[in-house]
């Protein structure tokens, strides 16, 4: 009996250069899951470059991030502006090396205009660029209002992690339901294990924390300083 081949799926990589950000742990995560050897499809993941590995530098064995792509990363974060010219360059680049694929995930929020596929899905986690611009750096600013909206026209599906998100997707930018779905980000409970309540207690406590709180850390890129 012969074995079906697996369909190919580019996924977005981009996100997976550390330092992770909360969407970058939420794609390598995912990617950690959904391409077994259970799954339907095999990724194919864009860096700026086609690869078959998965960047993943924490688990036993994974293929970490080469140097000479981090230092590059590197300088285009000290440099002011080149962070803009670089968003502009991958967003076509994948012309120069088209590869033939079944679908297109995005993980973050914008549909790159180089990657291609007979069906396109893309993750939105929020729309703060949108509803919040003040947190965001101007360069990002002009590079969500320039794709993000042509992006979603393209897709064939959205996906939101909260009901919340998707219904300011149905509000804000008119898409039609059938076409915006929500699925929760999961939880890893062989990390993250519910407390007793005489340990939440405790914590309240040492913490000072009032009896309804909600803790967060908003990041520097962000526009927060301490």
Excluded at 57 to 77: I, K, T
Aim: charged residues 25%.
């Amino acid at each position: 009996m012969r074995m079906m081949s697996k369909k190919l799926c580019i996924v977005n990589g981009l996100s997976l250069v550390p330092p992770l950000t909360g969407v970058g742990r939420v794609t390598l995560e995912l990617c950690r899951r959904l391409y077994g050897e259970d799954s339907d499809f095999k990724p194919l993941y864009w860096y700026g470059y086609y690869a078959s590995r998965l960047w993943d530098e924490e688990s036993a064995g994974g293929e970490g991030v080469p140097s000479w792509y981090r230092r590059c990363a590197g300088a285009v974060r000290r440099v002011p502006g080149l962070r803009r010219v670089v968003r502009k360059v991958l967003y076509v680049a994948g012309n120069l090396r088209c590869r033939r694929a079944d679908l297109y995930w995005e993980p973050n929020h914008v549909v790159m205009d180089a990657l291609r596929a007979p069906r396109t899905l893309v993750t939105v986690h929020d729309l703060s660029c949108l509803l919040y611009p003040q947190w965001h750096p101007r360069e990002r600013l002009d590079f969500f209002n320039a794709y993000f909206i042509k992006g979603l026209r393209r897709a064939d599906h959205i996906v939101t992690v909260s009901e919340t998100v998707r219904g300011e997707v149905l509000e804000h930018l008119r898409l039609p339901g059938c076409r915006v779905s929500s699925i929760p980000n999961g939880v890893n409970l062989d990390h993250f294990i519910p407390l007793s309540p005489d340990a939440v207690q405790r914590f309240r406590e040492s913490r000072r924390l009032p009896e309804r709180s909600c803790p967060s850390d908003i990041p520097h890129r962000h526009g927060f300083r301490d």
